[in-house]
């Protein structure tokens, strides 16, 4: 099947989503990713893997030329991994799949200087195992302003290197600390697509996220999919917009 092309993309929630991505099919969305290397099949969309940790690399699935590293490995309440243990297991697993033509985006950091920090030691501990392969930075941010959320982009990349494109595999407009007014969420999503979609350094991008039940502390504000299992108002600003 022939994939299609674009920038924008959906993180899917692998794990009880009774929903289907099926209704991201016709528009914009061009690819999806779920945290996982299982594959979720949806139409013509390309299926992005994930090494979620150190658990599950060998279960890289056949066909896939692109792999998303470890979530959020800096956070206690995700895969929570140091940066030598992440390189080490980067330079024996992963870094040989390059060989075999497939892109690797790095770790995808919390979008803090305590996960720029730690993906600058896990650079430098990859140079002192010769420099395995990282063919682009794999980003999470959340907050608001889409100015801030570009200049974070752009430190990023102006810290490791302008040799690397960015992905932004969750983003969305919230503090953490309780709902935003849907209009602030709904201006701000059609700002930062535009504004992403313009950036040519900006390979791909995922909106977070795709589904009815956001965590609270996010809220369903930035969700894509309503409660009936349709796209949300959002939801089709995002895959038509």
Same mark, same amino acid.
């Given at each position: 099947m022939r994939h299609k092309t674009g920038k924008r993309g959906i993180a899917w929630a692998l794990q009880d989503n009774s929903d289907s991505p099926d209704i991201f099919l016709n528009g914009k969305i061009s690819w999806l990713y779920n945290w996982s290397p299982k594959k979720t099949d949806a139409g013509n969309l390309e299926f992005v893997p994930t090494f979620w940790n150190g658990k599950d690399v060998g279960q890289f699935p056949e066909g896939a030329k692109v792999l998303l590293g470890f979530n959020e490995p800096d956070h206690d309440g995700q895969a929570t991994m140091s940066p030598v243990d992440a390189a080490k297991?980067?330079?024996?697993?992963?870094?040989?799949? @390059? +060989? %075999? /033509?497939?892109?690797?985006?790095?770790?995808?950091? $919390?979008?803090?200087?305590? /996960?720029?920090?730690? #993906? =600058? !030691?896990?650079? *430098?501990?990859? +140079?002192? #195992? /010769?420099?395995? %392969?990282?063919?682009?930075?794999?980003?999470?941010?959340? /907050?608001?302003?889409?100015?801030?959320?570009?200049?974070?982009?752009?430190? =990023?990349?102006?810290?490791?290197? !302008?040799?690397? !494109?960015?992905?932004? $595999? *969750?983003? @969305?407009?919230?503090?953490?600390?309780?709902?935003?007014?849907?209009? *602030?969420?709904? *201006?701000f999503l059609t700002q930062s697509i535009q504004k992403l979609d313009s950036i040519d350094w900006v390979e791909r991008y995922a909106w977070f996220g795709a589904m009815k039940n956001l965590p609270d502390n996010v809220g369903n504000e930035n969700s894509l999919i309503g409660q009936d299992g349709q796209l949300s108002e959002l939801g089709k600003k995002y895959v038509h917009g």
């Open positions: 297991i980067w330079k024996e697993h992963i870094a040989p799949l @390059a +060989n %075999k /033509g497939v892109r690797l985006g790095s770790p995808s950091v $919390t979008g803090s200087d305590q /996960g720029l920090n730690w #993906l =600058a !030691s896990f650079f *430098e501990e990859l +140079n002192k #195992l /010769g420099d395995p %392969k990282v063919d682009f930075l794999n980003l999470h941010w959340y /907050g608001k302003g889409v100015d801030n959320f570009i200049a974070y982009l752009e430190k =990023a990349r102006a810290r490791f290197g !302008s040799k690397h !494109s960015v992905w932004v $595999t *969750e983003f @969305a407009c919230t503090t953490f600390s309780g709902s935003t007014p849907q209009e *602030e969420v709904d *201006e």
